[in-house]
């Protein structure tokens, strides 16, 4: 099993920027192509970002685009999501996913929230 923790959220104000640390263990990480998804009272888990095995794939969500910078480091095992221009929208909490052809990992999750 991979296992998956989430680090760096906490409170922002608007504007500002906050970096999330995913760190994986148990498992190949070059394995796994990596996401971030986030999730508010109510609403569906979305995708915010996603990197292939090898980073030469990178996909964002229409509303992050220009702010938000997925990046991942292999040999560290870890992946990591630069949040700039923060707004009060983005607040959520945030997952870490690892995903193979044949499984899907999920961490705990971190808590972001963006004050005026």
């Known amino acids: 099993q991979l296992h998956l923790v989430e680090s760096g959220g906490g409170l922002v104000q608007a504007g500002g920027s906050l970096r999330l640390s995913c760190a994986a263990s148990?498992?190949?990480?070059?394995?796994?192509?990596m996401g971030w998804f986030r999730q508010s009272p109510g609403k569906e888990r979305d995708v915010v970002a996603a990197i292939s095995r090898s980073g030469s794939t990178i996909y964002y969500g229409d509303s992050v685009k220009g702010r938000f910078t997925i990046s991942r480091d292999n040999a560290k095992n870890m992946v990591y999501l630069q949040m700039n221009s923060l707004k009060s929208e983005d607040t959520a909490g945030y997952y870490c996913?690892?995903?193979?052809?044949?499984?899907?990992?999920w961490g705990q999750g971190t808590q972001v929230t963006v004050s005026l």
């Open positions: 148990g498992r190949t990480f070059s394995s796994y192509a």
């Open positions: 996913n690892a995903r193979s052809f044949w499984e899907d990992f």
